[in-house]
């Protein structure tokens, strides 16, 4: 009989219940999305007391596969799976497989979140006393930086987008109240309008593509668009593990589509009525000034470099092997 904390594959009820929150956006965000994922493979490892290598060979594989599934367009995700496995492949006993997966997991969740942590300070300097900030969205990264600002002493206010359908904005708000940062909610659409009392715009990313394109929530591109019209600075503040391997080898990002009932239901729309529900959209690298990682401010036209130096050629390799 198994035992009831894994399903008929031996894959974690854990890992399954993250691998669908992750699906059912509860787990979102794409720096919790990663740690989460981490964090599913180290149980998974955890928990098979057994002595078959193959077999836990074969469990990995499984939570693998569904977690990569579980939403397809931030590129954290697959990092952080790639990065928790990595030399798997190597290990010759059990024990030693389960002791690498884990130590993998713990070394990509420490360093995530410590490169939030440093991406607070280092784009902190970039915000004076008396700035607003627009930011769309609810990111880690981007609010590291407010909070990072605020904690320095320096009065910032921010401009936050209610960000539809899920109204992430909510979210945004919330924490910069819980900061004691005061915030001002707008709609999507009163982006432009806002500009004009804007200094600079904060935003996070799902994706950094090669060519140092950002991918991010819907509408982040006519956010950039506005600003440069406004010439505001256009800032992103990712994690080097945002950056994709996959975008090297020529693989475009894919860019998720929800159901349209998250926009309105059907039964308000006159017959034949399409809806779509694009969640992520790309933003090219010309709209982009600069994009704060943990290892410092950079052009988004050196993400290349960043994919080669920091994630290193064999995530190039295995991003080419699928
Ligand atoms: C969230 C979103 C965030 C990035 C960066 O989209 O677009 O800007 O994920 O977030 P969703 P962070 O709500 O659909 O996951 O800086 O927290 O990683």
Redesign the pocket.
């Known amino acids: 009989m198994r035992p009831s904390h894994v399903d008929k594959d031996g894959v974690t009820l854990g890992l399954i219940e993250i691998a669908d929150s992750i699906k059912s956006?509860e787990i979102?965000?794409?720096?919790?999305?990663?740690r989460s994922a981490a964090e599913a493979l180290r149980e998974q490892a955890q928990e098979y007391q057994g002595d078959d290598l193959a077999e836990l060979h074969r469990r990995l594989e499984e939570g693998r596969r569904s977690l990569i599934s579980s939403?397809p367009t931030?590129i954290?995700l697959w990092n952080a799976v790639q990065a928790t496995l990595r030399g798997s492949s190597k290990a010759t006993e059990t024990e030693e497989l389960r002791a690498l997966v884990i130590s993998n997991a713990d070394r990509f969740i420490e360093r995530s979140s410590k490169a939030?942590e440093i991406i607070g300070r280092i784009g902190s300097k970039r915000l004076k006393s008396g700035m607003a900030v627009l930011t769309?969205?609810?990111?880690?990264?981007?609010?590291?930086v407010i909070k990072a600002a605020h904690a320095d002493g320096k009065d910032i206010s921010v401009y936050a987008t209610e960000?539809r359908p899920?109204r992430?904005g909510l979210l945004t708000v919330s924490d910069l109240a819980a900061a004691q940062i005061p915030s001002t909610l707008i709609i999507d659409s009163a982006v432009r309008w806002s500009m004009k009392e804007v200094d600079v715009v904060l935003?996070?990313?799902?994706t950094i593509c090669s060519n140092g394109a950002l991918i991010?929530?819907i509408g982040?591109s006519q956010v950039a668009l506005a600003a440069e019209e406004a010439r505001v600075p256009f800032i992103v503040?990712?994690?080097t593990y945002?950056f994709s391997p996959k975008t090297v080898m020529g693989e475009l990002v894919e860019i998720?589509e929800r159901d349209a009932r998250e926009i309105v239901d059907p039964r308000e729309l006159p017959a034949g009525v399409k809806v779509r529900n694009p969640?992520?959209d790309s933003t090219p690298a010309e709209h982009i000034d600069s994009i704060v990682t943990e290892i410092g401010v950079i052009s988004p036209y050196a993400a290349y470099e960043v994919i080669v130096n920091e994630l290193g050629q064999e995530s190039i390799f295995e991003a080419n092997e699928g």
């Open positions: 956006m979102r965000g794409a720096g919790l999305i990663a939403r931030a954290s939030v769309h969205c609810n990111s880690k990264a981007a609010l590291g960000s899920w992430q935003v996070g990313a799902d991010n929530k982040t503040c990712a994690e945002k998720e969640i992520f």
